[in-house]
């Protein structure tokens, strides 16, 4: 009964001290949550177009004070291998789409394609002949273990059935690779990156390199969804030397900013904004604009990018440093729902306490009727009215030492006039002489 009447009494105190409880907490969850400023990005290895990339968003971000750590991998595949796995510490890579065979991608989201990566055939320029006839008892290079160069070259030459003609199958990175063909040492290479590769730009501007045509492109394109065809226009390389001296019909696949799904979304959307800047402008093989798109190959986009592609950065992004606007953003889904409580209760908080108020001193005339009502049935009779007296006295004690605020002293004051009236029927009616029977007095 003493905690039913505790909190009966004290419920509006309770209940702030349990608001400001549930405040502090999600406060200190809500600092807890804030987002990092420091990530690690797989990209590939060093002079790669990954590589290259890279440093472009290591450098976009450092402009928010985010820390941008790049670890060097071999390609693709690794980079997935990374992300899957949560001790490696690695959030945020590059993935070429489409990788045939990248197994389980659960735990992970993309945001968007960001360019094209066609395959580039790079020959020594005297090697003749065209497609798999020009690599009949060749030396070739398809990339290291872990790239996606190498895993899509192997389910070409699978495709192809072109295994048991080639010469020798040797694994390089793209530089040695170059180094290799230029010394005369490979035949020829397969390289899957960007057309704004150092490798490849040293390569197509050498004259003793060459570069050759996907003839069954369109047959590729139709059995692999994830590649494209693409063009790489005569002369584009050196205009002057009429480098390459025709057209070059290419296959290609896009590479994804690929995350992992408990990045925080401040930074998702710190990423999103740096492909924007990095990726929008034109190539020679995309238009203005045309990257980052919001498309999800293998991997689906995250919410947050959903939100960026159709909307933009979120309103408080626009103004407010990537910290504020995450703390910002926060505290309006805090402060809403305790709006929601608070406002009713602090609006109702007057007229509850004008009722408790109240109630104090209409307990008091409750119990002072009850003896008013029991002096009128003593009168005349006799009946000992010592119990009577010390119970008034009790109730005037009680009143004499009830807190009010002055706004309801002539309230108090009324009942210690009430209670001195009572007292005074109490004292003439136990003088009154015994009746048969006592009539009550209106």
Not at 7 to 30: G, K, S
Not at 110 to 124: I, N, V
Not at 138 to 160: A, C, D, F, H, Q
Not at 257 to 275: C, M, T
């Amino acid at each position: 009964m003493r905690a039913r009447d505790f909190l009966r009494h004290n419920w509006p105190a309770i209940t702030i001290a349990v608001t400001a409880a549930a405040i502090a907490c999600a406060t200190v969850v809500m600092f807890g949550s804030m987002p990092p400023h420091q990530i690690v990005m797989t990209t590939g290895a060093e002079g790669d177009a990954y590589y290259e990339v890279g440093k472009r968003y290591r450098a976009a971000l450092a402009k928010a004070n985010v820390v941008v750590e790049l670890v060097q991998t071999a390609g693709s595949v690794e980079n997935l291998a990374m992300l899957r796995d949560p001790r490696s510490g690695v959030s945020v890579g590059l993935v070429q789409g489409g990788i045939p065979g990248a197994g389980d991608t659960s735990g992970l989201e993309s945001l968007g394609t960001l360019f094209y990566e066609p395959m580039w055939w790079l020959h020594r320029r005297e090697i003749a002949g065209e497609g798999i006839d020009a690599l009949r008892g060749r030396t070739i290079s398809i990339g290291p273990e872990g790239s996606g160069t190498r895993t899509l070259s192997l389910e070409l030459m699978k495709r192809t059935r072109s295994e048991r003609q080639i010469g020798e199958v040797l694994g390089l990175p793209p530089r040695a690779a170059a180094d290799k063909l230029l010394a005369g040492q490979l035949d020829v290479a397969f390289m899957m990156t960007a057309w704004e590769s150092p490798v490849v730009q040293q390569l197509l501007a050498d004259e003793r390199i060459a570069l050759a045509s996907f003839p069954h492109a369109d047959a590729f394109v139709a059995l692999y969804p994830f590649l494209r065809k693409v063009t790489v226009p005569r002369g584009v390389a050196d205009l002057a030397r009429d480098q390459p001296p025709t057209d070059v019909v290419l296959i290609a696949t896009k590479a994804s900013l690929v995350v992992r799904n408990d990045l925080h979304p401040a930074i998702q959307y710190l990423l999103l904004n740096a492909a924007k800047e990095i990726h929008s402008a034109p190539s020679i093989f995309h238009h203005d604009n045309e990257f980052p798109a919001a498309e999800a190959i293998d991997i689906p986009l995250s919410g947050e990018a959903q939100r960026f592609y159709k909307s933009g950065l979120p309103f408080l992004h626009e103004y407010f440093p990537f910290w504020m606007a995450a703390l910002l953003g926060k505290l309006i889904i805090l402060l809403i729902p305790i709006l929601g409580v608070l406002y009713p209760m602090m609006r109702s908080l007057p007229r509850l306490y004008h009722w408790m108020m109240r109630q104090k001193i209409l307990r008091m005339y409750g119990e002072l009727r009850l003896l008013e009502d029991e002096t009128s049935k003593a009168r005349g009779s006799g009946r000992d009215t010592r119990d009577m007296i010390a119970r008034l006295d009790h109730l005037e004690e009680q009143a004499n030492h009830a807190r009010m605020p002055v706004a309801y002293a002539s309230m108090l004051y009324g009942l210690r006039d009430h209670i001195d009236l009572v007292r005074e029927r109490l004292k003439k009616h136990a003088d009154e002489p015994v009746k048969g029977v006592v009539e009550r007095s209106e």
